[in-house]
């Protein structure tokens, strides 16, 4: 069956970066598109970015700059790094498999809490 | 890219109907066949109800339906049910960058 399993919660101070993997079984890794979604608390989902197969990524404008995503095929897995860290990006991160490549979520990650805090 | 928009709350009795909107532009909603709804439970990942506007993923319900007029996408409820209580939002492909709607806290009184 198809999983996601994403990296641990993480506590980061103001200006920091962070890496969040989210490793994937149960399917072809090289043929779908990968999408990072976050919701910081009690809002709604945001769009962060998306990385191809090729590698080839796309990202949020008020992210570009802050965010890398990669992937390593050897170990079906796929990196989100945010850098220059703050508060507002208090939030629960997720990786979302595009089963159509036109944005259609079929399967997601557990997610991921990142605390930036002081 | 702003966000789509979607009503904040929708609510119905065990049974009846509900319906959300999310309205986009020509650029996103109105310009592809490309719209989902994902149901999210508090605490738990976002799950996929439906895609490319009325398709639903094995194991949805059929009480789901999706639509699409215009700028304009809906999504129906069916013969609600206390389980279907969850925020809902609905996402369009817009090209690059891709874009949610608001969300709508679906209440079954």
């Known amino acids: 069956q198809v999983q996601l399993v994403q990296s641990g919660a993480e506590v980061k101070k103001p200006g920091a970066s962070v890496k969040v993997s989210c490793k994937a079984s149960?399917?072809?890794?090289?043929?779908?598109?990968m999408h990072w979604v976050r919701q910081a608390p009690g809002q709604g989902l945001e769009w962060m970015g998306r990385?191809?197969?090729?590698?080839?990524?796309g990202y949020a404008q008020k992210l570009q700059g802050r965010i890398t995503m990669t992937r390593d095929t050897s170990t079906s897995t796929v990196y989100m790094e945010l850098g220059s860290l703050t508060s507002e990006d208090t939030a629960v991160y997720y990786c979302?498999?595009?089963?159509?490549?036109?944005?259609?979520?079929?399967?997601w990650g557990q997610g991921t809490l990142l605390t930036v805090s002081s | 890219q702003s966000a789509l928009t979607q009503p904040p709350s929708a609510s119905g009795s065990p049974g009846q109907s509900v319906t959300i909107s999310c309205t986009g532009t020509?650029?996103?909603?109105?310009?592809?066949?490309?719209v989902s709804w994902y149901q999210q439970h508090p605490g738990k990942a976002p799950k996929l109800m439906i895609y490319?506007?009325?398709k639903r993923p094995s194991g949805v319900p059929d009480r789901f339906s999706g639509s699409k007029s215009g700028n304009t996408a809906s999504l129906t409820v069916s013969g609600l049910q206390a389980e279907d209580e969850a925020d809902y939002y609905c996402?369009?492909?817009?090209?690059?960058?891709?874009?949610f709607g608001t969300g709508t806290k679906v209440t079954v009184l």
């Open positions: 996402s369009s492909y817009a090209g690059s960058p891709y874009v």
């Open positions: 979302a498999r595009d089963g159509g490549n036109h944005g259609d979520y079929d399967y």
């Open positions: 490319e506007v009325s």
């Open positions: 149960g399917y072809t890794f090289s043929i779908y598109h």
């Open positions: 020509s650029s996103d909603v109105g310009g592809y066949n490309y």
């Open positions: 990385i191809n197969p090729s590698g080839g990524t």
